[in-house]
């Protein structure tokens, strides 16, 4: 089992910049993949971008450009660097870790608003 525990987030201004960070204790080990995910309220939670421990990304088409992904191996944490944010971003934030096809973590999640 694997915790883990994001922050970074809070309100910006349209075009403005987050970082957030999601450090993975416990059975941290072995983490095939790391992952962002967003939530707005009465929305489905939609995938974000996610890296292997490998260096392979994936980015959503809404994010291409704007966010960039990375991953600390040795640290055990994710980051998500977003840039140009725009208020269609305000959503939670949740983390996520894979180590296997039947284990899959999550964060609680942290809030995102972007608002004039």
């Known amino acids: 089992q694997v915790q883990l525990v994001e922050s970074g987030g809070g309100l910006v201004q349209p075009g403005g910049s987050l970082r957030l960070s999601c450090a993975a204790s416990?059975?941290?080990?072995?983490?095939?993949?790391m992952g962002w995910y967003r939530q707005a309220p009465g929305k489905q939670r939609d995938l974000v971008a996610t890296i292997t421990s490998g260096g392979s990304i994936n980015y959503a088409d809404s994010v291409k450009g704007r966010f960039t992904i990375s991953r600390d191996n040795t640290k055990n944490t994710v980051y998500l660097q977003m840039n140009s944010l725009k208020p269609e971003d305000t959503a939670v934030y949740y983390c996520n870790a894979r180590r296997s096809a039947s284990d899959l973590s999550w964060g609680q999640g942290t809030q995102v608003t972007v608002s004039s």
């Open positions: 416990g059975s941290s080990f072995s983490i095939y993949r």
